[in-house]
């Protein structure tokens, strides 16, 4: 295994070239007008896996965008390990802030990646870091150190919700049968200090809509004497949380699992500068639920928050106006336990109850998923360990992560697998963001630690 640091080294300007290729297709799965480049990125996908060695890859065609599906049998008796990426990107969106087009990538040194990182939209979520996958591929097919089998599903609806890979996998539990998942998509502490994510919060996704009058009114014959649609939506939304930061929603916390003092010392042992936190968002101060740290805050502990508003005249100028309507798209970030359907009951019933009379309510969920948590004393957890701590030197640090990837819980029903999350990205690489990047150390690190997470896992299942 000595020689996949070699490979990498040979091979690093063509690994880089690669990806940049495959991130100027603007795979935005959001929004329909990028379909055609969507389809396209399938394809491109396929054609590298087929490169870089994969027997059988194929096309599975869903009722929505394409999953591909990458095989590669050398011997039924031994493991075979899962590996799950996504090749949909957030939109870009807002533009006007990208410091350079996000679908021509370049490579551009900052504080954090004197290296350089690869800034463009998907470079880290999930494009860079699921294409590692396909060149660590790569190398223990040339260099005949693959020591398992494996199968690869990249999806394409990662982003909007993972539907159509939901029907597949009820579909398909045969074809995708395996003995650990592997992923690619999350995070870790640092480039000096690596992690492991044990946990996602799971999802519940809605969007409200508030009517007032049945058209738009001059704001002074009208105003003071109908409701104001958007009036009444943020004083709503200002319900919903108390002056403890509690969500408000009765019910809501009755299935979340309050961690022991044991586990939340453990977890206060990971390393987190605040000073730096603030400074890198530059904010004054910071916010949350009272009796929880920033770390407890964004990992274990659900959230409510509006991800958009909008109603009434936001062009240029003033418009004297009282809008008909008011909405916005509100997300729960959930603990596992908690169920996403349940919470999003829960939170229909009760925004429907707080409205006054002079408005009528709409609540319209869009999609969600359960949480996760995943053991430690795992064969794959074990064997992610091992693969950090050879190429980084340090062991890796079990972290719970806020972010979510729905369809991971539903593997675990489905597929009766475990999932290892073996994350390179950082929190600084802006994803969802403008101005999105992977920092090449980390692109390459992670081409290097995967082949041994095969070895290591192959070694202990024995
Ligand atoms: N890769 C992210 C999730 C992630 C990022 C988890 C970093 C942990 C650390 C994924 O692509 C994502 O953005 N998921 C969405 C949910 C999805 C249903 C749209 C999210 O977390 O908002
Ligand atoms: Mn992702
Ligand atoms: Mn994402």
Redesign the pocket.
């Known amino acids: 295994m000595d020689n996949i640091k070699n490979y990498v080294q040979q091979n690093k300007e063509r690994f880089i070239n690669e990806l940049i290729e495959l991130l100027k297709i603007p795979s935005v799965s959001a929004d329909s007008a990028y379909a055609h480049d969507v389809i396209a990125t399938a394809d491109a996908v396929k054609a590298s896996l087929e490169k870089a060695g994969c027997k059988h890859v194929e096309i599975c065609e869903t009722p929505g965008y394409p999953i591909v599906f990458g095989e590669h049998i050398i011997d039924k008796n031994l493991p075979t390990v899962l590996v799950y990426g996504?090749y949909d990107v957030q939109p870009p969106d807002p533009m006007k802030l990208w410091t350079s087009p996000p679908f021509e990538p370049v490579i551009k040194v900052t504080e954090i990646h004197p290296e350089g990182a690869i800034f463009a939209r998907g470079s880290c979520?999930?494009k860079g870091q699921m294409y590692m996958h396909v060149k660590a591929f790569e190398y223990m097919i040339q260099s005949n150190s693959l020591p398992c089998n494996v199968k690869f599903m990249i999806e394409g609806e990662?982003?909007?919700?993972?539907k159509s890979l939901g029907w597949f996998v009820e579909k398909n539990q045969e074809k995708l049968s395996c003995d650990v998942i592997l992923i690619s998509?999350?995070?870790m502490i640092s480039n000096q200090q690596p992690s492991i994510?044990t946990g996602?919060r799971g999802?519940s996704y809605v969007e409200v809509e508030v009517t007032g009058p049945n058209r738009d009114l001059h704001s002074g014959l009208y105003g003071g004497a109908v409701a104001n649609p958007i009036n009444v939506l943020t004083k709503m939304i200002a319900s919903l949380h108390d002056e403890n930061n509690h969500i408000t929603i009765p019910g809501f916390y009755d299935k979340v699992e309050e961690l022991t003092a044991a586990e939340r010392a453990e977890m206060a042992k990971a390393p987190f500068n605040l000073d730096n936190y603030k400074k890198a968002l530059d904010i004054e101060d910071i916010y949350g639920e009272t009796g929880y740290v920033t770390n407890e805050r964004n990992s274990i502990r659900p959230t409510l928050d509006v991800n958009g508003i909008w109603g009434g005249y936001t062009g240029e100028g003033a418009k004297t106006v009282i809008a008909s309507k008011a909405y916005a798209k509100i997300s729960m970030r959930l603990v596992p336990n908690q169920d996403w359907e349940e919470v999003t009951e829960l939170f229909a019933k009760h925004f429907e109850s707080i409205a006054p009379k002079s408005v009528k309510v709409k609540v319209s969920p869009h999609?969600g998923?359960q949480g996760y948590v995943t053991p430690i004393d795992s064969i794959g957890y074990k064997a992610a360990n091992k693969a950090y701590t050879e190429t980084f030197g340090v062991p890796a640090i079990p972290v719970r992560?806020?972010?979510?990837?729905?369809i991971v819980a539903l593997f675990e029903k489905e597929l009766k697998s475990k999932t290892i999350l073996m994350?390179f990205?950082l929190d600084s690489d802006a994803?969802?963001s403008p101005n999105e990047h992977f920092g090449v150390f980390n692109y390459l690190k992670g081409i290097e630690t995967i082949p041994l997470f095969y070895k290591y896992f192959v070694e202990l299942s024995k």
Do not use: A
């Open positions: 996504h979520d999930d990662e982003e909007v919700g993972s998509d999350t995070g994510t996602l999802l999609h998923g992560s806020g972010g979510s990837i729905p994350g990205g994803i969802h």
